[in-house]
């Protein structure tokens, strides 16, 4: 018989092991999915995980792209595991993402056509500002009313779904866009558009951003008080009461920051790689945050690769769809499984397998 | 005695890395109350648990009746007529005592007949109790007569006792021994597990004393001093606390008619409750666990805060100062559930330095923590309580009660408080340990702090009090010098007596 027996203390080795092994068993399991859909499994591993970055043809335009899709995951996975530290699920991250680029995008094309170096930095504020505000709302309702704020956020991600639609066509359509939806198209208005900085990297303003969070939540998680009561908390909330830390701070503060890097990203979205505010230029992003703050361990660089290899599957997905016809939900699919096996084989951070001497039940 | 019930032939269990029992065997005779002594990891929990089937020796026999016993689940062992009943109870609240009952059966008889039986059952052995009662309004006596009840109605041939009395107020252990001695007079044995000599000295036959999982020996305790069986348990002669002879200063902090209502459905509201507690001394507050222990602790650390007016610090009102302005004054406290309020498992003994020492040691700076300075706070803590670890990065539960209990109780004294509240500060620490961390507390109010201890432990208030004060319903008595008392008062004064006549009353 085996049975599950609770380690004295979690096993860093498993720590570091249980995301590789996850992503071992989603290559192994999506292979034989992609090999019951009818499709060759090792050709389409090798298609979303190699191809990107080293197909002699499609390489040159794909690689630019995992710093483009990486960017944003990261940005709003860093906010997110702050708050999964604490044990404060802000499962809305895409909405507090489209908040951010609504709010940034409509300050900005306030100003148009000015053309100020303030204007950008202007817009990146009130972006984070969108996202955080966004967010304030699952935090009151949750500390004045004691409401849950898994569903409260992601219910608001469909109001903020609504709310762009209405932007897009209505009152932030382009006016000289013969009635098309969609904003106007920052890649046109040189002061506020958010180009790569370095040509052919796919590094622009959100990139950046995205590394300097990694390296901000680093010290803020691992040397700040802040940091420390963050993670008490989420241990062990009543220790956390007794040290003195107020709980109605830490939600605040958690869903705060989350919201407000969501909200930047989705700024840095808009006015760089998507180009406009429109009813799809979301991607799923908020949701897919959430797959790489958790393979990332919560840890700002796990996080920083988790980003990497989830952009890696977005564009090899892509590809795969392109080269060999796979289905887009195949791609959502495996993509689901990475979080899924990472949950499952996270088990054996704090229990082992034990196989028992004697028959006993 | 040659009418052996159970004996026990060299049982030895072995843990990766420590060797629980070794070697162990002692016989308990027929209508015996046989005592297991021994310190915390001597090894008392494994061999009982091997006993009731719960753990599998590696080696050795046990031989019931005459037959050769080896129950590999607990519900052999209760077929072959082997009862237990643990420290630490498992009931559920939210139902009545037959329906508590009935969980632990097998086939339970209809509700109706149950009651019946509990009722007959707990008039037999003077054990009140109302089977229709709901667990959750029960005071932790009450629960451990549901536990004793659901015992005996299997008849055991043997019944287990772990610490049994650490609950209870002094009458209801007068009750629990009456009710020991008359199943013993019908001829059933009884284990039983303690750390109190004094209560072994009277009501116990044999005594088998274990250290470090070895049979240290074997003694009829009628005929010993408690601090004979002291000796043998520890191994060497330990120190009892000096008496020191301070006199008692100025009020450092005081209650006013502290109200605070109950945090939970099962909590206990404070009631017009004050105190005073001056420089150098240190006040004792007894009461049976679930009286308010632990919403006072929490009301003076300023996890919850009072009503403004309620208690002062130094003549300065405090009531609405959080944990960490209270600390920066010096009102310290170190809570009685040591993971998860204490202390944060998870977490290694460094970062729980920081949990409440981060003020007072200066381990943040500028809201960075200094952790080099943390460390070595933790290690000054580990080093001057003995508390056993392989070193300061170990996570919290990964420590065994007691020394997490030094710890914890260490990170305050440590921090040079004006004011230290402590719960239980001893609990489920061996006899070393509790000494030491008594004499620290002692050493604490010599040079001048001001001390509440919380304690349901009476012996250990009775030698480190100045004076005694009891929490009942969450009222707390006139504090009362401790040379004044004696048992009876004491007993009076916990209010214990009240619930002994619930069963006369609902039958």
Request: hydrophobic share 50%; proline share 5%; net charge negative.
């Amino acid at each position: 018989m085996i049975r599950l027996e609770r380690r004295p203390e979690p096993s860093r080795l498993w720590t570091g092991v249980t995301p590789v092994l996850a992503v071992l068993l989603t290559m192994i399991v999506g292979g034989i999915m992609f090999a019951a859909l009818g499709k060759p499994p090792l050709e389409a591993i090798r298609t979303i995980f190699w191809d990107p970055l080293f197909h002699p043809q499609f390489a040159g335009y794909s690689r630019p792209q995992l710093l483009v899709k990486a960017g944003p995951l990261i940005l709003i996975a860093i906010g997110l595991s702050i708050g999964f530290r604490a044990g404060i699920w802000n499962i809305g991250a895409e909405g507090q993402y489209i908040m951010g680029a609504v709010c940034g995008a409509a300050v900005g094309l306030a100003f148009y056509p000015a053309d100020s170096a303030l204007l950008f930095p202007l817009m990146v504020v009130a972006g984070a500002l969108g996202g955080w505000a966004w967010a304030m709302i699952p935090a009151v309702l949750r500390t004045k009313f004691g409401t849950n704020e898994i569903l409260v956020s992601l219910m608001l991600v469909y109001v903020a779904e609504n709310i762009l639609a209405s932007a897009s066509s209505g009152w932030l359509r382009n006016p000289e866009g013969q009635g098309f939806p969609g904003s106007r198209n920052f890649k046109q208005w040189p002061a506020v558009f958010n180009d790569e900085l370095v040509a052919g990297t796919g590094m622009h303003w959100g990139v950046v951003a995205a590394f300097i969070a990694v390296i901000a939540a680093y010290v803020l998680m691992a040397r700040h008080i802040q940091g420390y009561n963050v993670r008490l908390t989420g241990e062990a909330p009543r220790a956390a009461r007794f040290a003195g830390v107020s709980p109605v701070r830490i939600v605040f503060l958690c869903l705060g920051i989350s919201g407000a890097l969501a909200g930047a990203a989705g700024l840095f979205e808009v006015t760089g790689p998507a180009g406009q505010v429109s009813i799809d230029f979301g991607s799923g992003y908020g949701f897919t945050a959430i797959i790489v703050a958790f393979l990332g361990r919560l840890n700002p660089f796990g996080i920083l690769l988790a980003g990497l290899l989830m952009a890696l599957t977005y564009i090899g997905g892509e590809l795969a769809q392109l080269m060999l016809g796979l289905p887009g939900a195949s791609i959502q699919l495996f993509q689901g499984m990475l979080l899924f096996f990472l949950l499952a084989t996270d088990v054996f951070t704090n229990y082992r397998l034990r196989f028992a001497r004697r028959e006993t039940a | 005695m040659d009418d052996t019930l159970l004996r026990l032939r060299g049982l030895t269990k072995a843990y990766p890395g420590v060797v629980a029992n070794d070697d162990v065997s002692f016989d308990i005779g027929a209508s015996e109350i046989h005592a297991l002594l021994g310190e915390n990891g001597a090894g008392k929990s494994t061999l009982v648990k091997m006993i009731f089937g719960l753990v599998q020796p590696d080696k050795g026999e046990m031989v019931l009746e005459g037959k050769p016993y080896a129950p590999s689940k607990p519900s052999d062992a209760r077929q072959s007529g082997v009862a237990m009943v643990f420290q630490h109870f498992s009931l559920f609240n939210a139902l009545d005592v037959a329906e508590n009952v009935a969980l632990g059966m097998e086939t339970p008889p209809p509700l109706r007949d149950l009651a019946r039986q509990i009722r007959e059952v707990s008039e037999a052995y003077g054990l009140p109790l109302d089977p229709r009662r709901t667990v959750g309004t029960l005071s932790a006596g009450e629960r451990q007569r549901v536990e004793i009840i659901r015992c005996l109605l299997q008849e055991p041939r043997l019944l287990i006792m772990d610490e049994p009395t650490s609950v209870l107020t002094p009458q209801e252990v007068e009750i629990l021994f009456q009710t020991l001695l008359k199943l013993k007079s019908e001829g059933t044995s009884i284990l039983y597990i303690s750390h109190k000599l004094e209560e072994i000295r009277t009501l116990c036959d044999e005594a088998t004393i274990l250290r470090l999982g070895k049979n240290v020996g074997t003694c009829t305790p009628r005929d010993v001093t408690a601090r004979q069986m002291a000796e043998m348990m520890v191994g060497s002669s330990f120190a009892a606390p000096e008496v020191r002879g301070g006199e008692a200063g100025d009020v450092l902090l005081e209650c006013r008619a502290l109200e605070l209502p109950a945090p939970g459905a099962f909590g206990t509201p404070l009631r017009e409750l004050s105190l005073e507690v001056r420089s150098g001394e240190v006040l004792g507050i007894g009461g049976v666990a679930g009286n308010g222990q632990d919403e006072l602790l929490s009301a003076l650390s300023g996890e919850r805060l009072a009503p403004a007016g309620a208690i002062w610090f130094k003549g300065e009102d405090i009531s609405r100062k959080g944990p960490v302005a209270r600390r920066a004054l010096g009102v310290l406290s170190a809570p009685e559930e040591r993971l998860g309020h204490a202390a944060a498992p998870n977490m290694s003994l460094t970062e729980n330095a920081v949990l409440t020492a981060a003020r007072r040691k200066e381990l943040v700076s500028g809201g960075f923590i200094d952790w080099a300075a943390a460390k070595g706070f933790a290690e000054e803590v580990i080093a001057r309580f003995d508390v056993r670890t392989p070193g300061p990065g170990v996570a919290a539960r990964a420590l065994s009660g007691g020394n997490l209990q030094k710890y914890v109780v260490g990170r305050e004294i440590l921090q040079d408080p004006s004011v230290l509240v402590v719960n239980q500060p001893t609990w489920g620490v061996d006899a070393a340990a509790a000494a030491a961390i008594r004499q620290a507390l002692l050493d604490l109010a010599g040079q001048g702090a001001a001390i509440i201890c919380i304690s349901q432990d009476l012996d250990e208030l009775m030698e480190v009090s100045d004076r005694f004060a009891a929490l009942n319903e969450g009222r707390l008595s006139r504090a009362v010098p401790v040379a004044e008392l004696d048992i009876e008062k004491i007993g009076l004064m916990m209010g214990g007596a009240h619930d002994m006549e619930v069963a006369h009353a609902a039958g």
